[in-house]
């Protein structure tokens, strides 16, 4: 069963009438150029201006005539989130609040604000994006649940946060880019504009992010997991588990009576992985209730015949009542799964320090709305 809370919350703003050229494929910006009564070739150089050049401002799309670039300001826009607020970690990380305007033009959405996150490292930066406003599925270790869903993002809406990140480093980007669709919401149920914002991404004439770079996590949507099977080009898939058994998963993510372990990795054994391409399985171990022998012998059992990855998550103590576990406990799950042959890591979150647990920070940034307006 899964908990769907909507707000009734919608903007006072009028739409914006201009059309916002982010998130457009490239087919779509050709036939917005010929609607303009331009050449339709003009829609392949203003895709290669926002996403191979990354220029946001059409003012500054200099492989476009003057003309143009006059005719595409007053009649369209780039419709960049706007950064509300930036959490700087002492690890380098930064977590920014986004506000999101109404997206393509006519539509009149809903007041949302999301969670990007920057984490640098030495020889690349990973970018952690949101799909939705809030999230219908009710994991009990995440924040994000106790927003509910707001609203879907659209494709713009989620590009634009790679950009704005981008765009906020750009002085100190490594060559490589990852992005992670793990920040709030459930990215398979939002399967269009999701794929339309991935496809972008991972355009060699786009963002140019190869598939390996770009990770969708999922609850375990199974209907969404069949479809992403089906298309030519595809992020890589991670499945949140978190838990051994039925009876468990039941308990922190209620997502599992309807979709329960047997039919989602069933969906799993199903989804022809392509060469070199495996499933990544997050694991959030919490202290006392999912990280014990037992269940690291279940999960070995669970994930046999799938080509899989497993992350261990240990918890990071925070405002729900969930506990750390042991380092012993933590090494000793990795050990036994390693030793039957399950590649597994461990990873801490980052940026524990500005409210890295999923979700946290959107909690924050709601209750603090509640009280007073944001403040850019
Ligand atoms: S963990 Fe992800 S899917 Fe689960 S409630 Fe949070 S945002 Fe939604």
């Known amino acids: 069963m899964i908990f769907i809370k909507m707000s009734s919350e919608t903007t006072a703003q009028a739409p914006d009438s201009k059309s916002d050229l982010l998130g457009k494929s490239v087919a779509e910006l050709r036939a917005l150029m010929e609607s303009l009564g331009e050449p339709a070739y003009r829609g392949g150089q203003l895709y290669h201006a926002l996403y191979i050049e990354r220029r946001c401002d059409v003012s500054d799309m200099s492989n476009l005539p003057a003309s143009l670039r006059e005719k595409l300001a007053s009649q369209t826009r780039v419709a960049l989130p706007r950064i509300v607020r930036r959490h700087v970690s002492t690890d380098g990380s930064v977590r920014y609040v986004l506000s999101l305007s109404s997206g393509d033009s006519g539509r009149a959405a809903k007041d949302a604000t999301v969670e990007t996150v920057f984490m640098p490292s030495e020889n690349r930066q990973t970018i952690c994006i949101s799909t939705q406003a809030g999230c219908a599925v009710d994991c009990r270790f995440c924040l994000t649940a106790t927003l509910g869903l707001i609203r879907n993002l659209s494709a713009s809406e989620i590009i634009g946060q790679v950009l704005v990140a981008l765009e906020d480093n750009r002085a100190a980007l490594k060559p490589q880019t990852n992005v992670v669709l793990m920040g709030q919401g459930e990215p398979l149920l939002n399967y269009d504009a999701v794929m339309a914002a991935v496809r972008i991404f991972l355009d060699p004439h786009g963002l140019k992010l190869a598939p390996r770079h770009v990770t969708l996590s999922t609850s375990g949507i199974v209907p969404g997991i069949e479809r992403l099977a089906t298309e030519k080009l595809r992020?890589?898939?991670?499945?949140?588990?978190?838990?051994?058994?039925?009876?468990?998963?039941?308990?922190?993510?209620?997502?599992?009576?309807?979709?329960?372990?047997?039919?989602?990795?069933?969906?799993?054994?199903?989804?022809?992985?392509?060469s070199r391409e495996h499933i990544t399985f997050e694991y959030v171990m919490l202290g006392g209730f999912n990280d014990s022998p037992e269940d690291?012998?279940?999960?070995?059992?669970?994930?046999?015949?799938?080509?899989?990855?497993?992350?261990?998550?240990?918890?990071?103590p925070g405002e729900l009542p969930w506990h750390r576990p042991e380092a012993e406990w933590v090494e000793a799950f990795q050990r036994i799964l390693i030793a039957k042959g399950v590649p597994t890591f461990v990873r801490d979150s980052r940026g524990r320090d500005v409210m890295a647990a999923c979700g946290q920070l959107a909690l924050l940034e709601s209750a603090s709305r509640q009280a007073s307006p944001l403040q850019p």
């Open 235 to 274: 992020p890589k898939l991670a499945i949140s588990l978190n838990a051994s058994s039925d009876e468990q998963r039941n308990q922190v993510m209620p997502i599992n009576r309807k979709y329960p372990l047997e039919i989602l990795l069933d969906a799993c054994r199903k989804y022809l992985l392509r």
């Open 296 to 316: 690291a012998r279940r999960v070995v059992r669970l994930l046999s015949g799938i080509r899989s990855k497993v992350n261990l998550i240990p918890w990071n």
